[in-house]
Each structure stands twice: as C-alpha cells, then as structure tokens.
C-alpha cells in the first residue's frame, strides 16, 4: 500500500537560515512525488514534484527538493527562509502506474520562521 | 497552473438542511476533479473521486447519499452535503486534473468552510 511520512509535526527556523522539511514514501512502482504549502484557511498551492529525471527539483518561491530512492525520501529544502514561508507543508505520492490519479498524503508540517 | 475556483467560500447552516458546494476549473476542461475534506490542523482525506459524466467513486466509510456528487460537465463538480449535522463541519476542498497523461499535477481549490449549527 502508498503510504507518505512527514516526521515532524512541527519545525522551526530562523529567517535567513537553510530550512528542510522531511518526507518519505512507500509505493511499489515508481513514485510521482509532490509538494503542496496551504496558508490558513486556503487551499493547496503546488510547490513543486517529480516525475523522472534530475533528483534535484526546483520549485515556487525558491523551494526545492530532492529525490533519493535509496532512502525513499524526497525532503524539501530552501536554503534561506523567509518568514512569510511560515505555512502548513504537504508531502504527497501517487504510483506512477496507477490510473486512478488518486494521491496520499502526509500528514503535514507546519513550518514557522520566526524573524 | 491551473485556475480553480470554489464557492461559496465559507457557509453556516441549520442542523438537518443541505448544502451544495461547487467546484469549478476556470482555464481548462477536467474529466477528474477530487474531493476532499479537511479537519484543522490535519491532513487531506480523500472523499470521493469524480468524472465527468459518470457516477463518483467513494473511498471507503464515505457516505454516498449523504455527500452527494455531480460532475455535470468538464469544468463544473457540485458537492452536497445532505441533511446536515454538526459533526459534517469541515473543510472541503476540491481538485483538478488537466489532462489524462498520469503525471499531471492536481490543483486545488480555495476550500469551502462548512459550519453546521
């Protein structure tokens, strides 16, 4: 069965620091991976995902993430945080060769930049 | 990305009436949009699956006749929430999938705030 991981409930950064928000995946083929940030009371916005391809994916607003198969993980990372990135953060995967284009997610991050 | 719009935007009502919420995918046509619920401070669940001019599929423990679902035409879903109770206040968001490659992004709407007194 899919199942998505995100570790922390909660994680807390200074602005300007480098920020990573953790996740990872279980799926028996290949995984579609996305990232999605939603602001209070509003919803989803898509960050960034991967396919297939570079490891390395850029997103919005200067995010990115990397895909690691080995370690079933694709954390989200941004090397300077700015405190209007404080929001709830969403990891989610769907198998690449399901046709139901249905996708699971974590549980959530919420993350707070604090200035 | 894709524009998605959702209305109304937050809604109250009486205890036992029912509430429709639309979904709609202003700059392209959807034959898939999901639905979705959310509880504050907490994950997605995935309510229901809905095609354009087919019957919805229910996830598990999903009430088909008390959330009712249309998907009238490729850029319009509906949502009803029949004879309403406390415990069906939420917050319902919708998505939609451009295209039927399979590794399309699905893009939300603005959610729907449903309080049931």
């Known amino acids: 069965a899919q199942s998505v991981a995100q570790p922390e409930d909660q994680v807390n950064v200074a602005e300007g620091n480098p920020l990573t928000v953790k996740c990872t995946y279980s799926?028996?083929?290949?995984?579609?991976l996305f990232w999605y940030v939603q602001y209070p009371n509003r919803g989803l916005q898509f960050l960034l995902k991967y396919i297939t391809g570079d490891n390395l994916v850029k997103g919005s607003y200067g995010f990115e993430a990397e895909f690691n198969k080995s370690q079933t993980s694709f954390h989200l990372k941004k090397p300077s945080a700015l405190v209007s990135d404080s929001a709830l953060y969403f990891c989610?995967?769907?198998?690449?060769?399901?046709?139901?284009?249905?996708?699971?997610f974590g549980q959530g991050t919420t993350l707070q930049v604090k200035p | 990305g894709a524009v998605v719009s959702q209305h109304p935007s937050r809604v109250i009502c009486k205890s036992g009436t029912s509430v429709k919420i639309e979904c709609r995918s202003l700059?392209?046509?959807?034959?898939?949009m999901f639905w979705y619920r959310q509880f504050p401070k907490k994950s997605l669940m995935l309510m229901a699956t809905?095609?354009?001019?087919?019957?919805?599929?229910?996830e598990q423990g999903v009430e088909k006749d008390k959330f009712l679902i249309n998907h009238a035409s490729l850029t319009l879903s509906t949502l009803t929430v029949t004879s309403a109770h406390p415990e069906d206040s939420s917050f319902y968001i919708c998505s939609v999938v451009p295209g039927t490659s399979g590794e399309e992004t699905q893009y939300f709407g603005p959610g729907t705030r449903l309080l049931v007194l």
């Open positions: 799926v028996s083929g290949n995984p579609y």
């Open positions: 809905s095609n354009e001019g087919s019957k919805a599929t229910y």
């Open positions: 700059d392209f046509q959807a034959t898939t």
């Open positions: 989610a995967v769907r198998e690449g060769s399901s046709n139901t284009g249905k996708l699971i």
